[in-house]
């Protein structure tokens, strides 16, 4: 079943790269007998970071189709942890901040992960796999420039070109100087068109490469989840950084 994707406000002291990627909530029909409001998980690994923020949130009513304004869950009904391939667990540990989780773990490239405990004393799983290769070939160099595609009034528009294992879906992000963050577009299928705003702020260029369970729930216009035992995306990815300024 696919439920329009809901967006929560990343929070502050989160780095930066984890706060992109933990943004989606949704709805379901709820079935008859006992309310029981909907665990809604947002949990995207990032290969390569040392600590993975989640969030965990749940319909603001029992009885509601659309829970427009998820409320955290209370961290003492959540016990959840992340499964390495070797089954060690890396227990999810409640932020200051309400609805987030952190765990400390730094997912590998090509390694299958599980989430695995409860929520309400119900069990809760899902399992992703970490792609095994991401490069990017075109812009080839550390830093994108108006010499690297093609200047309009208000835009850099730059073909993007990647060689990838295991990747659905690549997405981009600008983080500026000043803390502003705006999306560059991105690619499917090796290729695709980056596009950037002409801001004279100089900015760090964040790209997702995504596997199929993290672009289904983060991507899609009508997320697809991929726990069982709540409504949520467990996915993974791997990531790479440019510098960008504008032409």
Not at 38 to 45: A, N, R
Not at 75 to 101: C, E, M
Not at 190 to 206: E, I, Q, W
Request: hydrophobic share 40%; aromatic share 6%.
């Amino acid at each position: 079943m696919e439920w329009p994707r809901l967006r929560t406000r990343a929070s502050r002291g989160i780095h930066p790269a984890l706060a992109l990627v933990m943004g989606c909530a949704a709805c379901r029909e709820l079935p008859a007998g006992p309310a029981r409001a909907t665990p809604i998980i947002s949990f995207t690994l990032l290969a390569g970071e040392s600590t993975q923020v989640a969030t965990i949130t749940e319909a603001a009513r029992a009885d509601s189709t659309l829970p427009s304004e998820p409320r955290p869950i209370d961290p003492a009904r959540v016990r959840l942890s992340v499964l390495d391939d070797a089954g060690l667990p890396y227990p999810l540990i409640p932020l200051d901040t309400a609805g987030h989780y952190r765990v400390s773990i730094s997912p590998r490239a090509g390694a299958t992960y599980r989430l695995a405990g409860t929520i309400e004393s119900v069990p809760v799983a899902a399992q992703t796999t970490v792609p095994g290769a991401f490069a990017i070939t075109t812009p080839a160099g550390d830093t994108i420039t108006g010499d690297d595609g093609m200047v309009t009034l208000v835009t850099l528009q730059v073909p993007l070109r990647y060689d990838a294992a295991g990747v659905t879906t690549v997405e981009c992000r600008v983080v500026q100087v000043t803390g502003k963050v705006t999306s560059c577009g991105g690619g499917s299928y090796g290729s695709g068109t980056l596009v950037f705003l002409r801001d004279p702020a100089p900015g760090t260029v964040l790209f997702l490469a995504y596997n199929r369970d993290a672009a289904e729930w983060l991507t899609r216009a009508t997320p697809r989840g991929n726990v069982t035992g709540a409504f949520g995306g467990f996915g993974s990815a791997l990531t790479a950084r440019r510098n960008v300024l504008a032409p």
